[in-house]
């Protein structure tokens, strides 16, 4: 979609439209706009400045701040490596720093289709490192593992 794609447009101001009146809509509507489009188009956010009478800058800002949010289309595969404390006594921080290598990218990135993501707690505290790959439940990770991992997807 291009900066000047009405159809994309349109959808956003439907968006705007359902959320009018709405005490402190920015974060509804910007979760609408990325359900609909599976993230938040660059090109959505004049038109949701422009309806909420705030600054581009102000709503890039909270699109950046929280993780939440992407501001490019989702990679095809997701890899969330447990970061919480059980996990790095375990060697997460080890296992982390490989998958960061691998992929050549830092939490939040992606690359070869990957989105390497941080989280706290999977509840497979006892088995760590743990990790939830495109969903599924990873128990007792390793390099080696990882690199198994990754090597089906990139
Ligand atoms: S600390 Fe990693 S799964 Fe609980």
């Known amino acids: 979609m291009t900066s000047h794609d009405p159809q994309l447009v349109h959808r956003v101001r439907e968006i705007l439209n ?3 009146g709405m005490e ?10 990325q359900h609909a489009f599976g993230f938040v188009p660059q090109e959505a956010i004049p038109v949701i400045a422009a309806e909420l009478q705030m600054t581009r800058a102000e709503v890039h800002g909270v699109v950046s701040f929280y993780h939440d949010y992407r501001d490019h289309p989702p990679a095809a595969h997701t890899v969330r490596l447990c970061r919480a404390e059980a996990c790095q006594a375990l060697g997460a921080e080890r296992v982390a720093a490989h998958a960061k290598a691998k992929l050549g990218v830092d939490w939040h990135g992606q690359a070869h289709g990957v989105a390497l993501e941080p989280v706290f707690c999977l509840g497979l505290c006892a088995c760590g490192p743990a990790a939830q790959v495109d969903g599924k439940l990873v128990a007792r ?6 690199d198994a991992i990754l090597g ?3």
Not at 24 to 33: D, K, Q, S, T
Not at 141 to 146: F, S
């Open 24 to 33: 402190g809509p920015l974060l509804p509507i910007l979760h609408a706009v």
């Open 152 to 154: 089906g997807m990139i």
């Open 18 to 20: 359902d959320h009018k």
């Open 141 to 146: 990770l390793d390099e080696d593992k990882v």
